[in-house]
């Protein structure tokens, strides 16, 4: 049975850094591209960073590139999302997402979704 479970949310102070894991098991997690997906009270869910299955394409947001930084680590069926220099703004539930195939920017894109990680930011 496929499953997806986040974890590494908490609460940061602005400028801080959080990083975010997702572990993945019930499918072969090296075929499948990831996704990292967010959010925030009263607001759609919004893309935030994909993977490709090798880990060798990555794609981010305008809002948070340059300071976000996802990985994969397929020996541990983990998908990472190292944040840095976090901003209120990126307050919200971040989720991890994934599909077959090549990675997309819409949610509608991936077809299994971990539970979610509260992160919390604070100015």
């Known amino acids: 049975q496929e499953q997806l479970v986040e974890s590494g949310g908490g609460l940061v102070q602005a400028g801080g850094s959080l990083r975010l894991s997702c572990a993945a098991s019930g499918r072969t997690f090296s075929t499948y591209a990831m996704g990292w997906f967010r959010q925030a009270p009263g607001k759609e869910r919004e893309f935030v960073s994909a993977i490709s299955w090798s880990g060798r394409f990555t794609d981010y947001s305008d809002s948070v590139t340059g300071r976000f930084t996802i990985s994969r680590d397929n020996s541990k069926n983990t998908v990472y999302l190292q944040m840095n220099n976090l901003k209120p703004e990126d307050t919200a539930v971040y989720y991890c997402?994934?599909?077959?195939?090549?990675?997309?920017?819409?949610?509608?894109?991936?077809?299994?979704w971990g539970q979610g990680t509260q992160v919390t930011v604070s100015s």
């Open positions: 997402a994934t599909k077959r195939g090549s990675y997309g920017l819409g949610a509608d894109d991936y077809d299994y």
